[in-house]
């Protein structure tokens, strides 16, 4: 299965504390932007590293892949009470599908054959484009998301 990304906050305590005075609605709100920031750095290395179709193939189309690659809200985050993020390749689904056709293989638009390309079944160790892109961008993606958070919380201690 995919390799696990662990990051752990030192020093945020501070924030944290500062944080639990402002109202939930609020503190969401800017939690969820500041995951989005950071979330976007990680997704930008995700599509510069993701493979793109060389050679023409039958219902494949270059870059379908690196195109669907979001940031997306974690419902299960969303339903625990808590907020999250996380980066991953868009299924062809709902609006898209009706857009774009029916998802299956057949679709040069379904980018269902993401899973092949970033842990190959066949070969052993897949190209990894969103793995590693987690795991080079992490601190980067840490120190936007806190970069964020800070301005807002100081424009709350100021009302």
Do not use: C
Not at 106 to 114: E, I, L, T
Not at 129 to 156: C, G, Q, R, W, Y
């Amino acid at each position: 299965m995919a390799d696990g990304i662990e990051v752990i906050l030192e020093g945020i305590d501070d924030m944290a504390r500062r944080l639990r005075d402002v109202p939930i609605a609020l503190r969401k709100k800017v939690l969820l932007r500041a995951l989005r920031k950071g979330a976007q750095i990680i997704s930008r290395d995700a599509k510069a590293g993701a493979p793109v179709l060389k050679r023409p193939a039958p219902f494949r189309k270059p870059g379908t892949v690196k195109k669907a690659i979001s940031v997306r809200t974690s419902k299960v985050a969303r339903k625990s009470g808590d907020v999250g993020v996380f980066v991953g390749v868009k299924p062809l689904r709902g609006a898209r599908q009706k857009k774009l056709g029916k998802a299956g293989a057949k679709n040069p638009n379904d980018p269902y054959y993401w899973r092949f390309l970033e842990f190959d079944t066949r070969r052993g160790p897949g190209k990894k484009f969103l793995t590693h892109a987690a795991s080079n961008k992490a601190s980067a993606a840490l120190d936007a998301a806190i970069a964020e958070v800070a301005p807002a919380i100081e424009k709350m201690d100021r009302r």
